[in-house]
DNA sequence: ATAGCTGCAAATGCTTTGCAAGGCC
DNA sequence: GGCCTTGCAAAGCATTTGCAGCTAT
């Protein structure tokens, strides 16, 4: 269970009720996670997982459930670095990821840091939602 | 089946015996139909339908295989915009995409067309595989 | 002949869904 | 109380694997 002071629970609770979620104890479990570290990238997996360490009663099928609406309300945001696994970000704004493809850890990369120029016209008919620079990256020698 | 004339068939047997895979009927019906056409990008699924139109007997459980042993061999390039569904491309330079997310078409973005500048080192211990710029679209007005 | 392929079906891994029970306002 | 949310289990996809039979060289 989530171990912070009264002010901070009534901060999460704000923050949820601000983007149409009622303030549930699994709600507040799982946000607790995700925000108070600063930024983080998970799987519904690895969030579950740590709920259980921190003995919280979340089932996996609501983490799932609520990654998507976080995603939704804009508290999170999807990355796509694998075609078989999900990742969010606590962080929602503009910037890109290094994705080691053997630890499979995400590491952020300030958007500022990238520039994409001559960006060429969609397809026509299309309009753009979004540009995401992923740069995967493996252990050196190995 | 690939109905080809004998010297398209033959350089095809020759390209895939190459890249060490033994030029099988199902091998050389997949390849066909990726490789005839100039740049394609496809899913397992839908390869699978066109070879079973084209009426070859090919399992969905070989294309996937096959998929990936063309991957190996560096004659198709997976492609990674989607975390539910693996995409190959026949184009294995290096280039971007634009993915429809209503669609889920992609098309090619020339390399030439896109400057990635100022890249960040990448984390400590680990060197740079490929970068990957993934413009994501929608259709317009909806 | 034999090492490599294929097909099927079963297994796997991630994710979603249906529905009854429970919790928030 | 009423509606939203949760949990469980089952279902749903995409993908992989085990193994017997087939095939290219």
Redesign the interface.
């Known amino acids: 269970m989530i171990k912070i002071d009264s002010t901070a629970i009534e901060t999460l609770r704000q923050r949820l009720r601000a983007a149409g979620l009622r303030p549930t104890r699994q709600r507040e479990e799982l946000a607790g996670l995700l925000f108070r570290d600063g930024n983080r990238h998970v799987t519904a997996e690895v969030l579950h997982r740590e709920a259980i360490q921190d003995d919280a009663q979340v089932s996996l099928a609501t983490v799932y459930n609520t990654l998507h609406q976080f995603t939704r309300a804009g508290l999170l945001r999807?990355v796509?670095?694998?075609?078989?696994?999900?990742?969010f970000d606590t962080h929602t704004g503009p910037h890109h990821h290094?994705f080691?493809?053997v630890s499979q850890?995400l590491?952020d990369?300030?958007a500022d840091?990238?520039?994409?120029?001559?960006?060429?016209a969609?397809?026509t008919?299309?309009?753009?939602?979004?540009?995401?620079?992923?740069?995967?990256?493996?252990?050196?020698n190995g």
């Open positions: 999807e796509v670095v694998d075609s078989g696994r999900a990742y290094f080691n493809t850890e590491t990369i300030p840091r990238v520039l994409v120029v001559d960006l060429p969609p397809p008919g299309t309009q753009v939602d979004g540009v995401e620079v992923v740069i995967r990256v493996t252990p050196q």
